[in-house]
């Protein structure tokens, strides 16, 4: 899968998660409100309250996450890697473009010698 498909599928990908992230609101009070999404687990910390309204849960959860500042270091850490990837890949990319150019050149080089003596 060339690299151009695959930003275009994470484009999709992340459109698709603005849309669901636009039917969740945050209020006071550790309030948050859903209207029309379906979800397979909601987890909440203590003193939390969640108001459903047109949408399918599977579980709701509500408990103290204690490690969720280590998941969400975890999280960036993983994000991190990810774009350094990606800043490889692109790099590859940028590469292996530069050596097709230099081919492109010789080939046309050896076109125009063919030419030249036929």
């Given amino acids: 899968m060339d690299l151009e498909k695959k930003i275009i599928e994470l484009e999709a990908k992340i459109k698709l998660l603005e849309d669901k992230l636009n039917n969740i609101t ?66 590859r990319i940028d590469d292996t473009e530069d050596r097709l150019d230099v081919i492109v050149e010789r080939i046309e080089d050896l076109e125009n010698y063919i030419d030249d003596n036929e």
């Fill in 26 to 91: 945050f209020g006071d009070n550790n309030t948050i409100t859903f209207s029309s999404s379906s979800f397979g687990t909601v987890a909440f910390g203590d003193n939390s309250e969640a108001n459903f309204h047109n949408c399918a849960a599977d579980s709701v959860i509500n408990g103290n996450f204690e490690n969720t500042e280590d998941i969400l270091d975890e999280i960036e850490s993983l994000l991190d890697d990810a774009e350094d990837r990606l800043d490889d890949i692109e790099n």
